[in-house]
């Protein structure tokens, strides 16, 4: 039952990623011809030589590369990837046929903003859950499993010469905008893949380091491990307290620090994903623990 849940959760939520970035090309992009990446900007070249609709294109792509996928990639892959081959450019085809969507704004730096937004956002709702988008994201992933090529390096080298087909199509304008909406979409995608699990990991040095750890059980609840570490200077041997916080808990545990040892070091780091207790798994019930 969880993990049909799990499914029916996964699979609506591909589809408003699909969705998003499908707003974002086909109400911005396309209409103000910025140039793009992936299986959209290899439609767009290929939409100059041949009347089919760039949205009808996308889905011959997708199904092209659906099926390569599932030959080279297997079973696996495919059935993670069908769902955004086949909704992705009924989404394009959609938001393409409402006139209202396509003069929702004359300024192209408007557009190239938009469009990066809602690209990034919607890529990051699909790359989070794990899935692929389908399309042009398969040759790079065949490249890694059969040459050992990173993905990330075979994706972007496809999507510069994607967008290099475009530059012979597209206005100047097109392309100085283009290059801003590929870098607004990059950042938005990576915030949107680390957002919620941001916090610190704290490291506390100080020869004090069993009562700050039991003052952190007790005052903040959260879980501690200790380090061993040798002082640079005395050479000591001790223990170090490392815990994870989020920022509100790290000003509350600065100030328990410096109550119990105003000379101890502390180190916050941001860190971007947290498994475990007290994060991804239910905390540690102290009380009953100290009855056993």
């Given at each position: 039952m969880h993990s049909l849940k799990r499914v029916i959760r996964d699979s609506l939520l591909v589809v408003l990623g699909n969705a998003v970035v499908a707003f974002g090309v086909a109400v911005f992009a396309v209409p103000s011809d910025l140039i793009v990446g992936g299986a959209t900007g290899l439609s767009l070249i290929i939409e100059q030589f041949v009347s089919v609709n760039?949205?009808?294109?996308?889905?011959?792509?997708?199904?092209?590369?659906?099926?390569?996928?599932?030959?080279?990639l297997g079973k696996k892959f495919a059935a993670g990837?069908?769902?955004?081959?086949?909704?992705f450019p009924f989404f394009l085809g959609l938001f393409e046929a409402i006139p209202q969507f396509q003069h929702i704004t004359n300024d192209i730096l408007l557009s190239a903003i938009y469009a990066g937004i809602f690209t990034g956002v919607g890529l990051g709702i699909v790359f989070r859950l794990g899935y692929s988008t389908g399309g042009m994201d398969v040759p790079?992933?065949?490249l890694n499993k059969k040459k050992g090529v990173s993905v990330a390096l075979a994706i972007n080298v496809l999507d510069i010469m994607i967008?290099?087909?475009?530059?012979?199509?597209?206005?100047?304008e097109g392309i100085l905008y283009g290059i801003i909406t590929v870098f607004v979409s990059t950042f938005v995608l990576d915030q949107v893949i680390v957002m919620g699990e941001k916090n610190l990991q704290v490291l506390v040095i100080s020869a004090e380091h069993e009562k700050i750890a039991e003052?952190?059980?007790?005052?903040?609840?959260?879980?501690c491990t200790f380090v061993n570490v040798t002082t640079g200077y005395f050479h000591h041997q001790q223990k170090a307290v490392l815990c994870v916080a989020n920022n509100r808990e790290y000003a509350k545990i600065n100030d328990l620090v410096m109550e119990i040892d105003p000379?101890?070091?502390?180190?916050?780091s941001e860190i971007h994903s947290v498994k475990g207790r007290g994060f991804t798994l239910p905390n540690i019930d102290l009380e009953k623990r100290d009855h056993v």
């Open positions: 760039y949205a009808t294109i996308v889905f011959g792509i997708n199904m092209v590369m659906l099926i390569i996928g599932f030959l080279v990837t069908i769902l955004s081959s086949f909704i790079p992933i065949i967008l290099v087909g475009q530059v012979f199509f597209s206005s100047f003052a952190i059980f007790n005052e903040i609840d959260r879980g000379a101890a070091f502390i180190i916050g």
